[in-house]
C-alpha cells in the first residue's frame, strides 16, 4: 500500500528562520518520484519541488530543499529564511512504479510568525 | 488555456440531487486526475485519466460517481444521488503524462476547485 505519513499536524517558526516539516513513506517500487505542494488558505495546489528515487543529489528550488534519505524512506521539505507568506498547508506527496496518480499525506500546517 | 479550469468554483445542492463538475485541463496535457478534499483533510484520489480512457479509477468511492473525458480536453465528475458526507472540495489536475522523469513532466497542475455543498 502506498502510505505517506505527515507527523506533525502543525509547525510554528519564527520569521527568517529555518524550519524543517517530516515526510515518511511505505514503497516496495523499485522507482518513485516524491512532490512537495503548498496549499493556502486560498485553496490553490502550488508545485514546490519534486525529488526522482534514482536522483544523485538531493532537490532544491529557491529557498526549498529536499532532505531525501532513501534508505529511511524519508522525503523531508526544508525551508530557508521562512516568509510570513509560507504560511499555509504543506503536502508531501508520492507517485510510485506503474501508477500515475500521487498519493498524499495529511499535510502540515505551518504558521511563520513575525 | 493558462491553467487549469474548474467550474462552477462553488455548488450547493440538496440531498438526492445529482450534480455535474468540470475541469479543463491544460493544453496538451494528456493525463487529468480528480481528487476530493474534505474539511481539514489531505488529497484523496479518485480517478485518472490518460487521454480519452481512465486506466485508474480504484478511488471513487461508490456507484454514484463516475467521471467521463471526451477529446482528451474536458472532463466531468458526475455525482448521482448527492449526500451530505460527499460535501468536500473536489480538485481536478493535469499533467503532461509521459512519465519521463524530471520535474516538468512529472508534477501535476491543480485547479482552483470545486467546493460541493450537500444539505
Known amino acids: 500500500a502506498q502510505k505517506i505519513t505527515q507527523t506533525q499536524p502543525g509547525m510554528f517558526v519564527q520569521e527568517k528562520e529555518a524550519v524543517t516539516l517530516d515526510c515518511t513513506y511505505d514503497t516496495s517500487d523499485p522507482s518513485y518520484g516524491l512532490f512537495w505542494y503548498k496549499q493556502p488558505s486560498s485553496g490553490e495546489m502550488i508545485f514546490l519541488i519534486y525529488q526522482g528515487s534514482y536522483d544523485q543529489q538531493n532537490a532544491t528550488e529557491g529557498r526549498y530543499s529536499l532532505n531525501f534519505q532513501k534508505a529511511r524512506k524519508s522525503a523531508n521539505l526544508v525551508i530557508s529564511a521562512s516568509q510570513l507568506g509560507d504560511s499555509a498547508m504543506y503536502f508531501c506527496a508520492k507517485r510510485g512504479t506503474g501508477r500515475r496518480a500521487l498519493t498524499f499525506g495529511s499535510g502540515t500546517r505551518l504558521q511563520v510568525q513575525p | 488555456g493558462a491553467g487549469v479550469s474548474q467550474s462552477p468554483s462553488n455548488k450547493v445542492t440538496e440531498k438526492g440531487k445529482d450534480v455535474e463538475l468540470r475541469c479543463d485541463p491544460i493544453s496538451g496535457h494528456t493525463a487529468l486526475y480528480w481528487y476530493r478534499q474534505r474539511l481539514g483533510q489531505g488529497l484523496e484520489f479518485l480517478i485518472y485519466f490518460q487521454g480519452n480512457s481512465a486506466p485508474d479509477k480504484s478511488g471513487l468511492p461508490s456507484d454514484r460517481f463516475s467521471a467521463e473525458r471526451t477529446g482528451e480536453s474536458v472532463s466531468t465528475l458526475t455525482i448521482q444521488r448527492t449526500q451530505q458526507e460527499d460535501s468536500a472540495v473536489y480538485l481536478c489536475?493535469?499533467?503532461f503524462g509521459q512519465g519521463v522523469g524530471g520535474s516538468d513532466n512529472e508534477k501535476l497542475f491543480f485547479g482552483s476547485g470545486t467546493q460541493l455543498s450537500v444539505l
Open positions: 489536475a493535469s499533467s
